[in-house]
Each structure stands twice: as structure tokens, then as C-alpha cells.
């Protein structure tokens, strides 16, 4: 039986970009069912005076536009869309630098192009949000994304990782996070942060 795990993202976020391309690789390597599930830095945030993720306040609504994309696409079609759609996306936003791909990547996920009217909107919001709690109520909000649970195992923000490990090293990972997050009171282990590398 495949274990299941759950992903929680915020899609404009490079690391995570790079921790999905991680659970791709461990799908390869690992008997694991991942479900897709967005989050979002801006709701994360939006209760302090300066966005970390946007400290100039000059992105506003791009940070909030491929989140309300990724929620309506769950919604309609469901967790394996919504992981296609991620794979098309992150390669538009985060290999590209294609901000203006949001529906490209729809139509490269094999999804109605339409959807990405939703960005512009704010009608998915509470979609997002109710997702987003979902998974922050797992780790608590002195973290970012990704979150990962596995149930019956443990939840952890991230791993944070760059690059992406592949083959056995990614399943190696696998079996590492699977062990600290079944440690009862586990709360934290850091290492130095690089530049996001796929």
C-alpha cells in the first residue's frame, strides 16, 4: 500500500519549488502517494508591518495570483491535477522566470487556460486560507513552506533542501525525514541555507 503524504506549498516560493522536484524523485524511489495542497507566504504574513517576501511591497498581488490558481485547480480537479499544474508552473516561474506563465502552465498541465482568471480575483481566497491553516496548524507559524505530513508518522516544515537530491540519495532523505518526523517533541534541525539550486 502507498503511504500517503501530504504537501502543502506556496508555488512563488523557489525552495519549495526545489523540495517538490525532491518528492518527485522520492515518488521514483518510495512506495509514497503525495497529495498536493497549497499554502500561502502572503496569508503567513499578512500580519506584519513588512512582508519578508516582499520587503519593498512591490509584488502585492503576484504572490497571491499562483495560489488561487493552484486552490481553484485542486478544487475542480483534484490533487493530481493540481501536482501537474505545480510541475508546469514551477518550471515557468522558477526555471523560466516566466511570472507572466500562470496560465501557459495551465495549458501545459492539460487544464483549462481559462482557470487563470481566478488570479486576478479574490474569490479563492478562503479556499487558500482554509487550506493554508490546515497545514501551518500542523508545524505552527514560526515557519514557511513547505509543509510535509505524514499521517500516523509526524508533520515538519520542509526539508529545505538545494539541490534536490536524486535517485537513492532522495530516497535516503525520504527515510530521514520519516524518522525525525516520527520523533515525539521533534521542533527544529537547520543547516546552512544556499541559493536555490534545481
Same mark, same amino acid.
Given at each position: 500500500m502507498r503511504q500517503p503524504v501530504d504537501f502543502w506549498f506556496d508555488p512563488v516560493c523557489p525552495y519549495t519549488w526545489?523540495?517538490?522536484r525532491w518528492l518527485r524523485e522520492v515518488e521514483r524511489v518510495r512506495d509514497i502517494d503525495v497529495r498536493w495542497?497549497?499554502?500561502?507566504?502572503a496569508v503567513l504574513n499578512e500580519h506584519l508591518d513588512v512582508d519578508p517576501e516582499d520587503p519593498e511591497g512591490q509584488w502585492g498581488?503576484?504572490?497571491r495570483a499562483p495560489g488561487r490558481v493552484c486552490a481553484a485547480v485542486r478544487e475542480r480537479f483534484g490533487s493530481a491535477a493540481l501536482? $501537474?499544474?505545480l510541475d508546469a508552473l514551477g518550471a515557468r516561474l522558477h526555471e523560466r522566470e516566466d511570472w507572466e506563465g500562470v496560465g501557459?502552465?495551465? @495549458?501545459?498541465a492539460g487544464l483549462p487556460a481559462a482557470?487563470?482568471?481566478? $488570479?486576478?480575483r479574490d474569490e479563492y481566497d478562503p479556499v487558500v486560507r482554509a487550506s493554508h491553516e490546515e497545514g501551518i496548524a500542523l508545524v505552527g507559524t @514560526?515557519?514557511?513552506t513547505p509543509v510535509l505530513s505524514v499521517p500516523g508518522v509526524g508533520a515538519l516544515f520542509g526539508p529545505v533542501?538545494?539541490?534536490a537530491p536524486r535517485g537513492e540519495r532522495a530516497g535516503r532523505l525520504w527515510d530521514g525525514v520519516l524518522l525525525i518526523a516520527g520523533v515525539e517533541g521533534f521542533a527544529e534541525l537547520r543547516g546552512r541555507r544556499s541559493a536555490p539550486k534545481a
Open positions: 526545489i523540495t517538490s495542497r497549497v499554502m500561502s507566504l498581488e503576484y504572490l501536482g $501537474a499544474y501557459h502552465a495551465l @495549458e501545459d482557470l487563470a482568471e481566478v $488570479a486576478w @514560526e515557519v514557511g533542501v538545494s539541490p
